[in-house]
């Protein structure tokens, strides 16, 4: 696809940014649709029919053009996924994020990326390591990928300034978190690096974000590095996603007795591979050379007549929602029990959404609210 005209791409980010559109209903409203203009037209009458009380609204197109404003003061770039441009790695997830927000060079994002990731509170012989893997890294040609914060990220980061890394974060690509790591921030930029987000920027990071900021780490990488982690760290889940996307896992092991172990351990007694340097990275690469980074396609618009509504709509709805449950269920789970197809799971998911009835998690599983 090319780029877009001004007004598909503030409608673009406005459907983004509509409260109850998460990926999956984004991708499925503009597979259905064949328009970001077109789904928000629809927007009310899916939440109705679907089952929502209160009015779902879309941001104003003022508001859009606010953020696009003031991204562009910064001197970020605002990447839509079906831009040219877009990361090709992560833009071929299931589904990918609908849009990106990248302050500095983003060449680094063209290359092939490894993720090195761990504990904020990492020992010194973590934090050595991580910076030393980040520059062997870096040397090799990689672009190292992190998430800016305290301990591992750091100093992954910081391993990598002259060869190029990437910053993930929760915020807006203006909210640097943590405040220590301001000259870091800057550093990155001047080198050659970038950083990344989801967020709109002004935007402050807040719990709720940093899933959707781990599972861009794990996106945009091919491999991810485990340093250091506690049993139950953001680092593992950025590991589990990355498992998820068919990337490659792998972990530093480390003594028993300390805590910070515990989880790069155990990511290695569920198969992930060893890491003890740059070496082992780059043959697990190496195996990983055949994945495919497919462009995002969108199906053609539904011709008049042809969606689902009325008595069958409702009927297509109530058998989704008999399947699921406040645990989640994989999408082709509910597919293969309902007898329905893929597409009809997918809209009637997508409408349930939006009425507030059901959420997605990270690795595209569906729960009730």
């Known amino acids: 696809?090319?780029?877009?005209?001004?007004?598909?791409?503030?409608?673009?980010?406005?459907?983004?940014?509509?409260?109850?559109?998460?990926?999956?209903?984004?991708?499925?409203?503009?597979?259905?649709?064949?328009?970001?203009?077109?789904?928000?037209?629809?927007?009310?009458?899916?939440?109705?029919?679907?089952?929502?009380?209160?009015?779902?609204?879309?941001?104003?197109?003022?508001?859009a053009e606010d953020e696009i404003a003031a991204g562009e003061a910064l001197g970020a770039q605002l990447l839509l996924t079906c831009d040219p441009r877009f990361p090709a790695l992560l833009g071929a997830l299931d589904p990918p994020p609908p849009l990106l927000w990248?302050?500095?060079?983003?060449?680094?994002?063209?290359?092939?990326s490894a993720a090195v990731v761990g504990a904020r509170a990492a020992s010194a012989l973590g934090l050595r390591f991580a910076?030393?893997?980040?520059?062997?890294?870096?040397?090799?040609?990689?672009?190292?990928?992190?998430?800016?914060?305290?301990g591992v990220d750091g100093a992954a980061h910081r391993g990598a300034l002259q060869t190029?890394?990437?910053?993930?974060?929760?915020?807006?690509?203006d909210d640097i978190y943590p405040p220590q790591h301001a000259d870091l921030y800057r550093e990155i930029l001047a080198a050659g690096g970038c950083v990344v987000s989801e967020s709109p920027p002004g935007r402050t990071a807040s719990a709720a974000d940093f899933p959707r900021r781990n599972r861009i780490i794990a996106g945009l990488s091919r491999a991810v590095v485990v340093v250091e982690a506690e049993l139950r760290s953001g680092s593992l889940i950025t590991a589990r996603l990355a498992a998820e996307m068919g990337r490659e896992v792998l972990a530093v092991p480390g003594s028993p007795l300390d805590p910070r172990s515990r989880g790069g351990n155990d990511l290695l007694r569920q198969g992930a591979a060893v890491c003890e340097g740059a070496e082992d990275v780059l043959r697990a690469l190496a195996g990983l050379a055949g994945l495919a980074e497919p462009g995002l396609e969108f199906d053609p618009p539904a011709a008049p007549g042809t969606e689902a509504d009325g008595t069958e709509g409702d009927r297509t709805r109530?058998?989704?929602?008999?399947?699921?449950?406040?645990?989640?269920?994989?999408?082709?789970?509910?597919?293969?029990?309902?007898?329905?197809?893929?597409?009809?799971?997918?809209a009637a998911l997508a409408e349930l959404e939006l009425a507030g009835r059901v959420v997605f998690t990270a690795g595209g599983g569906a729960a009730l609210a």
Do not use: C, H, K
């Not at 893997?133 to 914060?149: C, F, H, Q, R, Y």
């Not at 699921?324 to 893929?342: F, H, K, M, N, Y």
């Open 318 to 346: 109530d058998r989704v929602l008999d399947l699921l449950s406040p645990s989640p269920a994989p999408r082709d789970e509910i597919v293969r029990l309902s007898g329905l197809t893929t597409a009809q799971v997918n």
């Open 131 to 150: 910076g030393t893997l980040a520059s062997d890294l870096g040397a090799a040609g990689l672009t190292v990928v992190s998430g800016l914060a305290r």
């Open 102 to 112: 990248i302050l500095g060079d983003r060449r680094p994002l063209e290359r092939t």
């Open 164 to 173: 190029g890394t990437a910053a993930v974060l929760a915020g807006g690509v």
């Open 1 to 63: 696809m090319t780029d877009r005209p001004a007004a598909f791409r503030r409608d673009w980010l406005r459907l983004a940014r509509t409260p109850s559109v998460g990926a999956v209903t984004f991708r499925e409203l503009l597979r259905r649709f064949g328009d970001p203009s077109l789904a928000l037209e629809a927007l009310p009458d899916l939440a109705r029919r679907a089952g929502r009380v209160s009015p779902l609204s879309a941001p104003s197109a003022a508001q």
